[in-house]
């Protein structure tokens, strides 16, 4: 009743007219919003990808000097296991200490991926911001990739540490052997080094940790280089889509 003595008391056009601009009014507001709304998540989202596309870059530097000085160590370590393959088989002559003690290294290098960015997108919800499907689960993808491969590494480096000890243990016991009047050669005893279980097998062991050290390094060199060229890609399609 009290809207049949409204339509008769005013008139209805008036009234649909009103209701009309307040349904405007509001769709455009929320229209307005979600523009806005929108626009926050397209910045955000190139912010991002500017940021993630600078750490893969330093990522794939980093991993190159590492398989760089990585490579140099591993092959000080096969050069010192053919010379005692050679000396055993051949019975001398076995090389200078020098040369040896320059081989017998057991060492790596610190291989460092940046992964703030792609970690804050993961956690933050941030993934659903990134509108290329096959970029978004890329990223997954090398985030997986990425962490396994760390884990493999991290194993290594323990690896070494302890053929570090067990090799230094050996070249400290050689030096302290009599020789003559002397409590300590002046010169590690090559002959004997050579003939030591300990550092055969210690070497042995730490030229498969090198392997298996760049063998993983090496696997990352395609994921890193796929990801860095679909950012940038992404980021020149970006630049040409509206704000």
Known sequence: MRLWRFVKTRQWRSA?????????????????????????????????????????????????????????????????????????ATAGPAPSADSLRSWAVTAYS????????????????????LRNDSLRFHVIAFAATMASSQDVLRHTE?????????ADLAWWRNLMQPSGGRRWRREADVEALLRDPEILNTFTMQRTVGENRLGTMRGLREPVATLRRMLERELKISATRPS
């Open 158 to 166: 323990g690896q070494t540490w302890r053929n570090s000890e067990r």
């Open 16 to 88: 649909v007219a009103e209701l009309v601009l307040v349904i405007a009014g509001v769709l455009i507001a929320l229209a307005v919003d979600s523009w806005r709304g929108d626009r926050n998540d397209r910045n955000r989202e190139r912010a991002y990808l500017r940021q993630l596309l600078s750490d893969v870059r330093a990522t794939e530097r980093r991993l190159e000097t590492s398989i760089a000085e990585d490579s140099v160590i591993f092959a000080n370590v096969s050069r010192f296991m053919d010379a005692a393959n050679t000396y055993h």
């Open 110 to 129: 610190s291989f460092v991926p940046l992964t703030g960015t792609y970690s804050a997108l993961m956690q933050n919800d941030g993934l659903r911001l």
